[in-house]
């Protein structure tokens, strides 16, 4: 696995928290109209790392089509080990194009993959029960590498403001120069959902380089949807 330098660890720290500080929900995104768009926050503690993830979702205005995705997310082990630091933060924007199909282009940082500007496409649908949200992207690199990923949770009602939570989320990114592995994890969760709060079973399974070194991570959750 490629080691960060001390200065670009400490830069992709200072990108994640800002992104903490854009996910508070503050006045410039308030408008009169429809609700607001949570921004879920989880916690999970595994058996060989502690995880965090944001999601940040949000239009520049209800009418808007433009918009700002990031699904960011941080793990590192208990004892602090830079082989197990993990960090993955994309700042994307979106623009809606048809009924849930729009382009993506932003940036993306990675501890694997490293810094990259991307461009793609992204279909996204959401109701009371179902989230889901694909985005198939090129990653502005040398090595022409390519990033597909998704997000999935089925919530439906099981009792009066008691929901079944599940989520599958993934990530694969493939280099096309070397067609060589670059990173890819799969993330799944199922639990119950009470309102905001939600919690549950995890289990994290990461894949590193060409190797695929594989570093899989299983524990309980808590997350919380902030309005």
Do not use: C
């Not at 503690?45 to 997310?73: D, H, W």
């Amino acid at each position: 696995m490629r080691m960060l330098t001390i200065p670009l660890v400490r830069q992709f720290l200072w990108l994640f928290v800002s992104l903490i500080a854009s996910g508070i929900p503050q006045s410039a995104w308030a408008q009169a109209g429809p609700p607001k768009v949570p921004t879920p926050v989880e916690f999970m503690a595994g058996n060989n790392r502690m995880f965090y993830q944001m999601v940040v979702k949000k239009k520049f205005s209800p009418e808007s089509k433009l918009g700002l995705l990031s699904v960011s997310s941080f793990a590192a082990s208990y004892e602090r080990d830079l082989e197990d630091l993990d960090l993955v933060i994309p700042v994307i924007l979106s623009y809606q194009l048809y009924k849930g199909f729009g382009l993506v282009g932003g940036a993306t940082l990675n501890n694997q993959v490293g810094f990259a500007p991307l461009l793609g496409v992204q279909h996204s649908f959401a109701n009371r029960e179902w989230v889901a949200v694909t985005i198939a992207s090129l990653l502005i690199q040398p090595e022409r590498k390519v990033e597909l990923f998704g997000i999935y949770e089925y919530k439906p009602a099981i009792g009066p403001n008691l929901n079944l939570y599940t989520r599958l989320q993934f990530l694969y990114v493939h280099s096309t120069r070397d067609n060589l592995h670059a990173r890819s994890f799969l993330q799944l969760r199922t639990g119950l959902k009470m309102k905001a709060f939600n919690f549950g079973v995890a289990a994290n399974l990461d894949q590193y380089g060409p190797d695929q070194t594989f570093k899989p991570n299983y524990g309980i959750f808590v997350g919380w949807a902030f309005q």
